[in-house]
């Protein structure tokens, strides 16, 4: 059966620490696995423009053995002048991997029905689940086990990084609490499907609007842009809208005394983190961004293992316990 990794609760509790496990032995031995050699080859397309997702997926899929084949927007007729369905069953027949960043969540999902090698979503107006891999393997160096702890995400709550930490965090059995104004919190079928999940894992799901309420005790702090792609004509209104929720020093003394700091970047200074917290002792931002090109490449592998039985020795599946 071809694994898709579309939405974070694609992976189970056990198998996402599976992936986290195997990104903390690739952090410590990059070139240990070889599961695109050959090279084989993985299409790689960008509907939005991109810096940390384009080089750690380049990166990370040459590390593995493979071929990025990366497809800027209008280098394709994806969706265009040829289906999605019909470009998912001719790149089945010509790559490993399609990894696609892009707008509407249900291209992807209509990708992953009619593809026959795994398709990674690196982000979706509804999700961005290769985020929080890097993010809960950053948390994880930080704080070792992830079950039990606190964390807290504040501003947008209703864009794809809110939707995509209740469904991760609350796989790995931490408590996630999310906090934005009213009309900025996240989609209430996703709150449904994360309470499911931490009521099997022992996490929590809470949603709230007091950012201070939110951040008091947490052991991570986590924020993201107010203003994504698109919105810019919204800058000003949206400024005004979030500033309650602006990471200042202040905010971070109600969380945990070795609470750490988290932004997946691009960062606006001034605006949704203060640069004395982005840039302080708690961030931990730059390993965040690096651990991006390690989360991926385990994920990659794990895809490809399960998706391509006979190379499923090469990623440590008999023998080393994945």
Known sequence: MTRHFLRDDDLSPAEQREVLDLADRLKRAPFSERPLAGPRSAAVFFDKTS???RFSFAAGISELGGTPIIVNPGEAQLGAKESIADTAQVLSRMVSLIVWRTFAHAGIEEMAEHATVPVINSLSDDFHPCQILADL?????????????????????ANNMGHSYLLGFATAGMHIRVAGPEGFH???DIVADAERIAAQTGGSVTVLT???VAVTGADAVI????????Q????????????????????????ASDAVFLHCLPAYREFE???EVIDGPQSVVWDEAENRVHAQKALMAWLLARTDIGRAAEVGLNGSGL
């Not at 950053?138 to 606190?150: N, S």
């Not at 400024?239 to 003394?253: H, I, K, Q």
């Open 137 to 157: 393997q950053t948390i994880r160096e930080q704080k070792g086990e992830l079950a039990g702890l606190t964390a807290t995400y504040v501003g947008d709550a």
């Open 223 to 230: 924020t993201d842009t107010w203003v994504s792609m698109g």
């Open 186 to 188: 996240p989609r209430a």
């Open 210 to 212: 007091d950012p201070v």
């Open 232 to 255: 810019e004509d919204e800058k000003a209104e949206r400024v005004a809208t979030f500033g309650a929720y602006r990471v200042t020093p202040e905010l971070m003394a109600h969380a």
């Open 51 to 53: 810096t940390r997702t």
């Open 273 to 275: 983190v203060a640069p």
